[in-house]
């Protein structure tokens, strides 16, 4: 820098000093030109262009801190930033707070917020609702992509026991890991529709034979393969059970619960059929047998595990309580009302059917539900025109939440499908960088990723997978945690 530009910058920052508050700050933020004042920079003075007012003064190494390049006869600041997201971000010096523009990518904003050094409480509410959901995302991401790395990856400090438990979790819970995976998941979904079958075809009478005592059982035949599937369905699950890394979150989670519902009635009923007549009379026996082979349909909820769909839709019904309970409080207003007009409009004619308002509740639920049974309905007119409107209020209380429901599924499936193309464009950009950074030149196949060498055990300091780059972006966050040693670029803007 000449004379000129260090007697420049003094007398800049001479008038900076001596104005303080009616100083001009010109700041270029990819290209585009903003003039902002000091007094209303220093309503936040923590912030990167309130810290602008008072850097002039000391010297170059305090500018450049602050900005990307500084030209002193223009006394103008410049930062290689995007612009749009600037133009949000200095709404809180106008406004008191911050709004974040459609289209601009949460986790980006957030990184400018954080750069501008304004802090996120002035970011509005509905915009922190879009970040947390952004954030939510990218952590997906970041678990698929190191359960995908746990797989690939081999430990040589573990032992032959936990390999072998890892062999066999990755067999049983990954199918798409191996041909043999896949085929033992087909064969374990044939058995569970062949046991649904064999329980269903176990009550038709024709297909039944006499006892001893001359009452009705199952064939032998049926019972024989319901034993074979029950055999394998409790080998599955402990295999599981014994292959799962934590033990008490696959005892809890929901769908091995279902697992153990399944398969439990079998052994129960076994238990009493041999013991129980020792302690009970044989009729109580035989009525505990018959309530716990009603728990048999269980097992159809094992088809969840195997089904996509099945999961989605079961996601849907969750996020949709809110739509459900108001379709559930319409209809509970609509039954009370209707039943109860239905039971007074009906009093005058000798041979009613509704004999009270808890019995004409049946009659409400059977009309506004659009079911119909016809074992009870008016003979009045005014009756007929009552049931007329609780049919149509009925069909409209039902069909109004149908939409967000459907909406809730469809954006629950797009998501998942969404992110599982994330984490594989992932692992793509980490196999390509890896053999980048081994060999010196770009390019690489994906079964490099397979042949990367296992990291030493006890040595400390980032692993591979920590110098894997996954985006050219300049801005990141580390989506895996320190201790797995893997850090990932952003990829929501893609």
């Known amino acids: 820098m000449d004379g000129s530009g260090e007697h420049s910058l003094q007398e800049a920052g001479s008038q900076g000093s001596a104005t303080g508050d009616d100083i001009e700050i010109v700041v270029n933020v990819g290209g585009v030109r903003q003039v902002l004042y000091g007094d209303l920079l220093s309503q936040y003075p923590e912030t990167r262009l309130a810290e602008l007012i008072n850097c002039l003064a000391g010297g170059y190494d305090t500018i450049f801190s602050l900005c990307d390049d500084y030209d002193p006869g223009k006394r103008e600041f410049y930062f290689d930033r995007d612009p749009d997201a600037f133009k949000c971000v200095i709404e809180v010096y106008y406004f008191g707070e911050v709004h974040m523009k459609k289209g601009i990518c949460p986790i980006c904003f957030k990184n400018e917020m954080d750069f501008w050094k304004v802090d996120l409480k002035f970011l509005d ?66 058995l569970i529709l062949v046991s649904s079958v064999v329980m269903c075809m176990g009550t038709i009478p024709e297909l039944q034979v006499l006892d001893a005592e001359g009452n009705r059982v199952e064939h032998p035949t049926l019972e024989n393969v319901e034993t074979a599937c029950i055999g394998w369905f409790t080998l599955e ?117 509704f004999k009270s308002i808890p019995q004409s509740f049946w009659w409400a639920i059977i009309t506004m539900t659009t079911v119909g049974y016809g074992d009870i309905y008016p003979k009045t007119t005014l009756g007929k025109l009552n049931a007329a409107i609780s049919f149509l209020c009925g069909v409209i209380a039902i069909a109004l939440p149908i939409h967000p429901i459907i909406n809730n599924f469809v954006r629950y499936y797009n998501k998942q499908r969404v992110l599982e193309t994330a984490a594989k464009h992932e692992l793509e950009l980490m196999e390509l960088n890896s053999t980048s950074a081994g060999e010196g030149k770009p390019g690489g196949s994906r079964s490099d990723l397979d042949t990367l060498p296992p990291e030493p ?30 850090r990932t670029r952003l990829q929501s803007c893609k």
């Open 237 to 353: 699950y402990l295999l599981r059970l014994f292959s799962s890394p934590n033990k008490l979150h696959f005892a809890l989670s929901f769908m091995n619960i279902v697992d153990v519902l399944a398969i439990l009635p079998f052994y129960v009923s076994l238990t009493l059929t041999h013991l129980g007549a020792r302690m009970m009379e044989l009729t109580n026996v035989q009525q505990a047998v018959q309530a716990l082979r009603i728990m048999r349909i269980a097992r159809i909820f094992k088809l969840a595990r195997h089904s996509s769909g099945l999961q989605t839709l079961t996601y849907a019904l969750k996020r949709s309580f809110k739509e459900l309970g108001l379709l559930l409080m319409y209809l509970a207003v609509g039954i009370f009302v209707f039943s109860a007009l239905g039971y007074t409009m009906e009093q005058s004619h000798p041979e009613t059917l």
């Open 125 to 190: 509410d509905c915009c922190k609702s879009h970040l947390s959901e952004k954030r939510e995302e990218l952590e997906e991401i970041a678990r698929r992509v190191q359960l995908i790395l746990d797989d690939l990856g081999v430990d040589a400090a573990e032992g032959r026991w936990r390999r072998c438990q890892k062999c066999v979790w990755k067999f049983l819970e990954k199918p798409e890991s191996s041909c043999p995976a896949r085929v033992v998941a087909v064969l374990s979904f044939l």
């Open 457 to 486: 055990a006890g040595k400390e300091g980032p692993s591979w997978g920590s110098r894997l780059k996954l985006s050219h972006s300049d801005t990141f966050i580390p989506l895996l945690t320190e201790e797995k040693h893997h």
